[in-house]
């Protein structure tokens, strides 16, 4: 709020006013050098780093080049957020779903359910962790707690699988069979792929363990649903300054309603809507989709 990207009248759709002179207080409060905006400013550059480390995480320390793919941004604070984090770790597209603040809500309406049933079963692995009988165990177990849980039989399938690991490492991988019951050899070719895939190798001639038996109840979600376009605003675009990267940039502010399919705008600009806000940086172009969503890329 205090570097300008989100104005105190407008959160909420304007239903909810901030209090700018408390945020500007705290701020005055800490150790840090620079004027108000100067310190809000750089707090926002060390939340990005953060959020970029984070994404290192999943992505080049695991072997994977995030410049292939495009980031979503969601949520309340995401969008403000997602175009920075992705210029940090040079990515050029960023996703921001219809309505990012309701993603989470949206989620649970659309999503599959699914239950899992865990047996311990620590045990070096053999033939017998995952054999025939011990399948049949546990797909009593997972039609048992469908049964609590109110499901009909033949509403869901039933996978099942195996959490194993190298001996002694402090973590396991979960391995699905579709064949059900399988031997070492396969358990451990399995196991190995995934480790591999995750982790950018594997260890063939270590010892494993067997930790859990593990079976999933997944009852598909049927729901067909179309998200409704945004009631159009018309409301004009508004000029207001933002403090970013030690710049002080002239910054348009629209309602995200404005833009219909096949619009575009240029960074740096704001969209605001009742539950996110987005941020277009300079060198960025934010495109509304036909699915109402927005593409926000950056041009080699």
């Known amino acids: 709020m205090i570097a300008g990207l989100l104005r105190p009248a407008r959160f909420f759709g304007?239903?909810?006013?901030?209090?700018?002179?408390?945020?500007e207080r705290a701020l005055a409060g800490l150790n840090l050098p620079g004027t108000v905006r100067e310190k809000a400013d750089a707090i926002?550059?060390?939340?990005?780093?953060?959020?970029?480390?984070?994404?290192?995480?999943?992505?080049?320390?695991?072997?994977?080049?995030?410049?292939?793919?495009?980031?979503?941004?969601?949520?309340?604070?995401?969008?403000?957020?997602?175009?920075?984090?992705?210029?940090?770790?040079?990515?050029?597209?960023?996703?921001?779903?219809w309505s990012p603040g309701i993603s989470s809500a949206f989620g649970l309406l659309v999503a599959d359910l699914i239950v899992d049933v865990v047996r311990a079963r620590m045990e070096p692995l053999s033939d017998s962790s995952l054999d025939a009988a011990s399948v049949e165990q546990v797909r009593a177990d997972c039609?048992?707690?469908?049964?609590?849980?109110?499901l009909a039989p033949g509403s869901y399938a039933v996978d099942v699988g195996a959490d194993l690991r190298y001996a002694g490492q402090g973590f396991e991988i979960t391995v699905w069979n579709p064949?059900?019951?399988?031997?070492?050899?396969?358990?451990?070719?399995?196991?190995?792929?995934?480790?591999?895939?995750?982790y950018g190798y594997a260890r063939s001639t270590l010892p494993m363990q067997v930790v859990n038996l593990r079976g999933r109840i997944v009852r598909?979600?049927?729901?067909?649903?179309?998200?409704?376009?945004?009631?159009?605003?018309?409301?004009?675009?508004?000029?207001?300054?933002?403090?970013?990267?030690?710049?002080?940039?002239?910054?348009?502010?629209?309602?995200?309603?404005?833009?219909?399919?096949?619009?575009?705008?240029?960074?740096?600009?704001?969209?605001?809507?009742?539950?996110?806000?987005?941020?277009?940086?300079?060198?960025?172009?934010?495109?509304?989709?036909?699915?109402?969503?927005?593409?926000?890329?950056?041009?080699?």
Request: net charge neutral; proline share 6%; hydrophobic share 40%.
């Open 14 to 23: 304007g239903r909810m006013a901030l209090r700018a002179d408390l945020a």
């Open 44 to 97: 926002l550059r060390m939340v990005n780093s953060n959020m970029a480390a984070a994404v290192r995480v999943v992505s080049t320390q695991r072997g994977i080049d995030p410049r292939a793919f495009t980031l979503v941004a969601y949520g309340g604070g995401g969008p403000v957020h997602g175009a920075m984090v992705a210029d940090e770790v040079g990515m050029r597209r960023v996703l921001i779903p």
């Open 143 to 150: 039609a048992a707690q469908a049964e609590r849980i109110g």
């Open 179 to 198: 064949e059900g019951a399988a031997g070492a050899d396969r358990l451990r070719e399995l196991f190995e792929q995934e480790h591999k895939r995750r």
């Open 220 to 300: 598909r979600n049927e729901t067909q649903l179309r998200t409704p376009p945004a009631a159009a605003d018309a409301r004009p675009a508004e000029m207001q300054d933002v403090v970013l990267g030690g710049r002080t940039l002239a910054t348009t502010f629209v309602p995200r309603a404005s833009l219909a399919a096949g619009d575009s705008i240029d960074g740096p600009a704001v969209l605001e809507e009742n539950t996110s806000t987005v941020f277009v940086p300079p060198g960025w172009t934010a495109r509304c989709l036909e699915t109402g969503d927005l593409l926000l890329e950056k041009p080699e």
